[in-house]
Structures are given as C-alpha cells and as structure tokens.
C-alpha cells in the first residue's frame, strides 16, 4: 500500500529542531514534555491540588482539532468549542419525552462530559504557554531565531545570545541557539568561536568543555577558518597515500561538520518573502509552524521530491546534504498517494505537523515513523549527558 519511503538522517537537518516550537503540541512537548504518547498536567494547568496525566491521541476531539494549529489560533478555537458545548447542554431544556431524554443521555451527554473535561485541560494548558510566553526576552529570543535562520542582523543576535550567557539563562538554552547560530551560518568567524565558548565557559563552567566538544564532533558548533584549514592540510597530506575515495572516507571521519544551511534555504526557498502578513489562521504553506520565518528543511525536501516524481531536478540540493540519495520508480498507482517517512535519528512534533498539512494540501496521506521525538532541549542534553 506504500507508494514512497523516505529515509530522512537527523544529520540532514538540525536546524528544525533546534527552533523554538509554535504549534500546539510542539508548545507542550517543550513545556511540558510529552513522554511514550502522554503529557502531564501540574496543579497549574488542572486547577487543583492534584496532577493529571493524559494521553494525546487522535480519540480526543478537541485535541485533533488543535495539535497541529499555530499557537496564535488555539485560544480562538477553544472558545468556539466552549460555545458550542454549552448550545450541546442546553439542548437537555427542550427534551419533550422520556424517550427524548434517555437517549440524550446514552448517546450524547457522556460525549459531551468528556469533551469538556478534554477541553478544561487545553484551556488551562494554553494558559500556563501563554503564561511561559510572556516572560520579559520571550520575543527577543523568538527574533533572535528568526534572524539567525533569515540571515539578518547577526551581529544583534550574537549580542542576545551573549547577554543570556551573562545572564546565566538555561544552560540549556544557551547551547540551543549557539548551536544554531552556528548551523545557520555554516560555522562561525574564530574570533566570534572563541569568545562565544570562552564566554560559555566562564559563566557555566569549564566541566562543559567535554559537551562543545561533542558539539563540535556532529558539527552543531563550529570555527569556520579551523575546519578549512585542517581539511586543506589533510587533504595535501593523505592525497599521496590513500585513494580518493579513502581520503575522502577519512576526512569524513576526522573533521567537524560543516552546515551547508545557507545554500540549501536558497534554493528550496525555506524562507517565506513575507514573514510579517504570513496568514496563520489559513495557512497555505507549511512556514506557518515556525509563525512564517521558516519552513522545516526536511519536510520542504520531501516536498519537492514528491512533486519532481524523484530526485531530477533536485541534484544541486542533494549535493548539500550529507549521505546518500536513491530513487527506484514503478508504475504509479493510487497507492502512490500513502507515504512512508523514517526519521533515523528523531523528529519534532513539528516536522509532523508540517508533513499532515503537506498530506492535506498535496492528496498525500503521510505514515511518519522515528527512532525518537526530540525537540532543542533534549538534543542539547542528549549530547551533553545533562538530565
């Protein structure tokens, strides 16, 4: 029944999980964290004394209404659904029978009873967000991130990033939006490296060395001259001693990665020439998960494929992107339409959300399946060892 299957490597784009996420069950993933399909909810979110843990899945309406929504759009929802509850109650007032009544209440009031339950915790969930969201450098941090994945005004973002390492923000934090500095802008100047990780290290302490190492490994924060440098002095010295394609096998595994970001947004157009009267409400393309600055590299590179029929056309981008490419082609069928994707490494809530909204506006309907569900914090910690 499978008519493609994409194998999508975590090392082919880092950049969507290190974003702050914005759609609904992307915000409780980071807020919350949703662990093995199921959240829980703190006295904050239930309004008692008590916690609750809940499962997120498609069986809960209001939930499927929702998860996939920009945050921007879930309060508005909630209300009409509020509205259209209590229209549901009311209905109870002009029963005429017996026969009226009990069939109210066997085939809709405990309907009803559980929606409203479902829809107390969202309201209250989104409270705590919104709660989350207006802390003082929420938005200065958001434009950071825009910025950084746009190109612009850099130099202003370095500056927040250093006056939350001043600050002593979440280390963890802290190390997500330097690490996408870094991948955004295909590693960093030495001098900007080496302040940055100096400055890292003073405030949080010199024990992190061993994590911006690791960092440095998978090429999530780099020094731009260090790297070409040594690839040019390892290339000229193991040409005369290994094959091609062992020296290139070599430097593979010895040197940093290098992002190649810049590039790959070019030309598979990631971000949207109009950010600021994006259309969140109706979407109509698959940016309004990261508020229109954005759309997941990953998602827009199965996107294209799937419009291309293969990888014809798309050669230059794959080029880009670490590891290899293969298309085998049959003979279409409606079969065609159900999509397999493989996350090998993990995904975010959000690359899931963007690929369900390709599925409705393309005809696809999309099978996501991943090694792991991550976001920017926990990619940060899996590499630090933090907990």
Request: proline share 2%; aromatic share 8%.
């Amino acid at each position: 029944e499978i008519g493609h299957v994409f194998l999508i490597d975590t090392d082919v784009d880092y950049v969507t999980p290190l974003c702050t996420q914005v759609t609904y069950e992307g915000l409780l993933d980071d807020i919350f964290g949703i662990k093995s399909g199921s959240v829980e909810f703190g006295p904050d979110v239930t309004g008692t004394d008590k916690s609750i843990k809940i499962m997120l899945s498609g069986e809960d309406e209001v939930f499927r209404a929702i998860r996939d929504r920009h945050f921007s759009n879930v309060f508005g929802f909630l209300s009409a659904k509020a509205k259209e509850l209590q229209t549901s109650y009311d209905k109870r007032h002009n029963l005429k029978s017996v026969q009226d009544m009990k069939q109210f209440v066997s085939e809709e009031l405990s309907n009803l009873k559980k929606q409203h339950k479902a829809l107390t915790l969202h309201i209250g969930a989104c409270e705590t967000i919104t709660k989350n969201k207006s802390r003082g450098d929420f938005e200065e941090q958001m434009r950071t991130e825009h910025g950084l994945l746009e190109g612009v005004d850099v130099r202003e973002c370095i500056n927040f990033i250093e006056e939350s390492i001043n600050r002593q923000h979440s280390r963890t934090e802290v190390l997500r939006l330097l690490c996408m500095l870094s991948s955004t802008q295909g590693g960093l100047p030495s001098k900007d490296y080496k302040s940055l990780k100096t400055q890292f290290l003073q405030s949080y302490g010199t024990e992190h060395l061993l994590t911006l190492h690791n960092l440095k490994k998978l090429g999530l924060f780099v020094e731009q001259q260090a790297q070409d440098a040594t690839a040019n002095k390892l290339a000229d010295k193991m040409a005369a001693k290994l094959t091609d394609g062992m020296a290139s096998l070599q430097l593979q595994l010895q040197l940093p990665k290098k992002s190649q970001f810049r590039a790959v947004s070019r030309k598979l157009n990631l971000i949207p020439k109009s950010a600021e009267n994006f259309e969140l409400r109706n979407p109509n393309d698959m940016a309004y998960v990261f508020s229109g600055a954005y759309a997941p590299l990953s998602c827009k590179l199965i996107e294209q494929v799937l419009q291309r029929e293969g990888w014809t056309g798309v050669e230059d981008i794959a080029k880009l992107l670490p590891g290899d490419n293969f298309v085998h082609l049959k003979a279409k069928s409606a079969k065609d339409k159900i999509v397999l994707v493989y996350f090998l490494g993990g995904c975010s809530y959000t690359e899931v959300s963007a690929l369900r909204f390709l599925g409705k506006q393309k005809g696809y309907r999309f099978l996501v399946a991943t090694t792991a569900l991550t976001n920017g914090g926990r990619l940060i910690e899996s590499v630090s060892g933090w907990k």
